[in-house]
Every structure is written in structure tokens, then in C-alpha cells.
């Protein structure tokens, strides 16, 4: 039986990701998985490297939301994955995979570990499956899944230009509850190593607490962004 998953990675000038991500998903693909990338306009030669690896790929408006819409939107399997490019998924997803038909759940996440031994990672990585287990609200890194047909049902991805991932779960919940899985992804620490542990940490808690009371997703996308460095060739 071919394994009923889409995968959709949205991506932005990552040339020095993508074919190693793609690289960890070629099992899955000889299994009947679906792959795609979706390119919001990419200043290097992200989209040429990710030819090899992926079954279809498509140049959408930048921004993860429109992204992972526009690829969504060509799923054709029962389950899509939104998968981000320093992300890798458990050894064991063609299992994973099975189980979701017999779960009640139609969404979830998975539980997450970051790819450093660094003692402070643990604490992070803790506090975030133990935030997202009791909350129900799974984010990016943490591989949200669906049932391509309850997506479509709620729309997808609202357009907006950051915590598309943290409102999305907000709607899924009212479907059902979501199912956690227990193996963990794995996930880089490069934003934590590119602005520094504590304040990255201290900047996401700001910008959620703002999103819970109430603060617009543009006002929160704009101060995100206002320090990040971008990657080469990616307008600030």
C-alpha cells in the first residue's frame, strides 16, 4: 500500500539546506510519498538543487502561509505534512504514517528535539513539548500534519504574515483534538545560534504573549523581523 503523505516544504533562499533535506525524504518518496517545494521567490539557486529530490516544485508570493497553501493545494494523498527545510522527521514515518488512519484526531503534531547537545537546548526543547502537549497549539517546527480534506474545509493557512501556524491549530482544535506524536523531529538551532539562546527565546515569548492579547500578525511580523539578518540575497 502506498504511503498516503504530502509533504510540503515551504522555502526561501536555502541552497545550503534544501538538498540535504530532501536528501532524509527519499525513502518516504520510494514509498509512494508525495514531495513538494514550494520557492516564494528565492535569489539563489534553491529551486535547481531541489529538482532532483522533489516531485513537484512551484514558485508561489512569499511568506510560509501563501506558501504552504499553494502547496497544499496540490496534494494528493490523504495526509499533508508541512515540513520546514532544517527539519527532519522520525526514522520510523512510514508507521507513524499507518497510525494516523486509525486515530480519531485529524491534525497534530509531533513531540521535538534540537540538534544540540548544548544543556540549555534540553531545557528549551522540554518547555516546548511540554507547552504544546497541555496547550493543543503545534507549531511549525514541530511538523503540523492534516487531513488534506478538513484543511481545505477550514481554508488552509490564514494569510498573515506570522503565527499562520499557532492560528491554524486554534481552528483545527475545534475539529478535534490533536494527536501528539510521540517520536520526535528533529529541528536546527540556527536561529537560537544566529541571535543568541536567550534572546531569541525572549523575543518569541514576547511576540506570542502580544498574539494571545490580541496584538495584529503584522504589527508581531514586523518587529520579528525588524533585527533578523536574512539570508543572502533576501530583501530585510
Known sequence: MALSLSIVIPVLNESGQIEACLKTLQGLRQLGAQVIVVDGGSADNTATL????ADQI???????ATQMNAGAALAQHKWVLFLHVDTWLPEKMPDIVMAWNYSKSKWGFFSVRLNSDRLAFRFIEWFMNR???YTGIGTGDQCQFVDREIFEQVNGFADIPLMEDIELSKRLKRVSRPLVVVAKATTSVRKWQDEGILKTVLKMWRIRLAYYFGAAPEQ???????HKVPPPGEKP
Open 50 to 53: 531541489a529538482k532532483p529530490g
Open 220 to 226: 508581531l511580523a514586523e518587529k520579528y523581523y525588524r
Open 131 to 133: 507547552r504544546s502537549y
Open 58 to 64: 512551484i514558485v508561489s508570493g512569499a511568506g510560509r
